[in-house]
């Protein structure tokens, strides 16, 4: 075998980096999206490597191929073979982990990690990703309070009066004489005017100093030149501050601009009584990007704005990209310091200090300019992604004190952010102490087991799955909660709120989407690649109806009538529906129809994707729920998300009828009708038209189908002669 084939054990890795590297040392389950649901490659870190026995390797194809119950059966055989083998001791907790028995995983991957002295990186990875699971819903709790304070905190700014008042922009320029021109033009040409302009000229080798004071000759605006005896961008900035006398400070680089409404919109977002900061978008006009390039969706507002709490963002990544791209109260500005003496990243520096005095505000919109091209580059990566760890360190461990109750620092909040990092696949960056520490405090609680029956019996009864079909940005969260408000039940552990993203929350069960993200992981595909043949039968199949059941069982009991939502149901339906069938419930459909316009529209607006990648991807989830209707013996109606938001007891009593269900329309009215707004809906399109980036082929199948989608709308919306 070549180094640098795939080595043959399945982990993912090249041979080099695998067997090749340790001689036959063990490996475990493949390398999957520990973002998601998946494990991550375990690779023994100990010094003697170790040979995987027969039964491991066996156990571990089985694991790979998503048949847990298998690989758990030939796990226990190889620790009875061999009591020493902590590599099958491990995976066995990785496969309880993902069979959800949580108390025995967290067992056995503590006596892992405590034969192999904590050294094990993937093995601290996998405990992180349990513990992740455990704290949950403490973090949920958290999270959910946090958008809903954050939400209120933005429509309160928005309602207090703008408080206007002279804006001191330190222009720093050190040997930018081609392009300090333009910088200062595009201060003069501001549509805010009460402005003044400092420009600090850093021991400049060439006619910057010149250039700076024949284009201040030529402005309006009242400015003054400042000479820097010392060169680096954070003196400059300092000193140029210390000669401002405006209330707010806006700092621009010698080789970029603003965009001429940059100062006014500043302004309007972030002047307020009280001190405030922020940033907007940075336009590269040197980036060059085709529509449906990995660069374009690298640079896409997913980048910019938070889904969580901006300060959180910061933890994250460098969102202000340019330092120049900060506008700040000049008193808070002195407050924190200023900017520091260091080599790099001043702008993200001073954030993260402002940060945690005052949450920021992100401006919409690319306001600021650069000449140059975007950020991503490969060896500057490297260097940011030991600042986040840092970064995320600081701020899980330090007793500084923080007086923004929004940012990630803040006492209250560490459990998100300790979640954030487990869930990602984080846990071997955290000290080995504080990983224990939570791994100890976690065995010694009495939290519930869950109950796993070898044999599922169906249950007895009328029980009714009520199940909500659609596209991602479809409405389908909205259609959710209304029917679980009308007597739908949910269980408590549902996907918390994302601001930006849902923040009125998800209602869809975390165990649902865990499962099915791993079943697509199986299948070679994710949720937005999802063009491949559904399996009917075969052992694969049987274990994720299994697991199915096995969901149902633990989180609904014996609720006759349960709410499942998760949109990749659309592609996964007819495994749904045996699952359903064979576990005692009678299943029922409720198919939300949107514009695939709006519903692209939406996802690129959030990052996703491109709009035309997102129409394919509309087309292709919708034709897989229409197939799966059209087969027969399917009972579903199709509402429209529009419809919903018009007149939603109207639609919650179609469903009612159609499905022959029992909807309580009257008992919580009143939550209905505060849940359900219609700002809820942000894009609009026209349904006689197809506005789309995309094909004419493509685009006529999109319209064809969404036509007929709408037409059996209309049908269903005559059953019962409303």
Known sequence: MSRNELCACGSGKRYKHCHGRLEGGAIAAEASSAARTGIVSAQPLWDVPRVPSALHREALNAHQSGLLRQAEELYRRAIEADPSDVDSVHMLGVV?????????????????????????????????????????????????????????????????????????????????????????????????????????????????????????????????????????????????????????????????????????????GIARESPLWGFSQVAYTGTTIQPDSTAAS????????????????LLARNPIERTGNLFIERGLFNRIGGFLDMAGDQGWDLAIRAAREVEPVAIAGELYLHAGHGPARPQAEVARDRTVERLVLNALTSDEPVRNEFCPQFAQNR??????????????????????????????????????????????????????????????????????????????????????????????????????????????????????????????????????????????GAAPLILIKDPRICVLAPLWDRALREGGYRPVYVVVVRHPAEVAGSMETQGDMPLARGLALWHTYMRRAEAFVAEGGVDAVHIRYTELLEDWRRVVGRVARRLSIALDIDKRADEVDRFLEAGMRTHHADDARLDATAPAAQTEAIAALYRRLLERCERDASFGQE
């Open 415 to 556: 459990i998100v952010l300790l979640r954030s990092e487990l869930r990602a696949g984080r846990g071997d960056r955290l000290p080995v102490a504080m990983l224990r520490t939570l791994a100890t405090e976690w065995r010694g609680r009495r939290f519930a087991t869950t109950r796993h029956d070898e044999q599922l019996a169906a249950t007895q009864g009328d029980k009714v799955a009520l199940v909500v079909l659609g596209m991602y940005r479809s409405g389908t969260s909205a259609v959710a909660r209304a029917l679980n408000l009308c007597g739908a039940f949910l269980p408590d552990r549902v996907v918390a709120a994302r601001l930006g993203i849902n923040p009125k929350g998800f209602w869809e069960t975390e165990a649902v989407t865990d499962l099915d993200a791993r079943f697509l992981e199986h299948l070679g595909a994710d949720w937005n690649r999802v063009d491949f043949e559904l399996p009917t039968h075969g052992p694969l199949t049987d274990e994720f109806v299994l697991n199915v059941r096995e969901v149902l069982q633990q989180e609904h």
């Open 298 to 313: 690298a640079l896409r507002p997913r980048d910019f704005l938070a889904h969580d709490p901006v300060s959180f963002t």
């Open 96 to 268: 309880y982990f993902e069979r959800r028995r949580y108390r025995e995983a967290l067992d056995l991957l503590w006596e892992a990690a405590e034969r192999t002295g904590w050294n094990d990186t993937a093995l601290r990875q996998n405990l992180g990703l349990l513990l992740a699971k455990l704290i949950t819903p403490e973090a949920n709790a958290r999270q959910e309070a946090l958008v809903t304070e954050y939400s209120a905190r933005k429509l309160a700014l928005a309602a207090q009066p703008v408080v206007p008042g002279r804006v001191s922009v330190v222009l720093v320029v050190r040997d930018q004489a081609s392009t300090v021109a333009q910088a200062i033009a595009s201060v003069a040409a501001q549509t805010y005017r009460d402005l003044e302009l400092i420009v600090v000229e850093g021991a400049s080798t060439d006619a910057s100093a010149a250039t700076v004071a024949q284009s201040l000759r030529a402005i309006a605006v009242p400015a003054m030149q400042v000479r820097s005896e010392r060169r680096g961008f954070s003196h400059a900035a300092n000193l140029g501050a210390r000669h401002a006398s405006g209330r707010y400070l806006a700092f621009l680089e010698g080789d970029d601009s603003f965009a001429p409404e940059r100062i006014e919109r500043m302004i309007a």
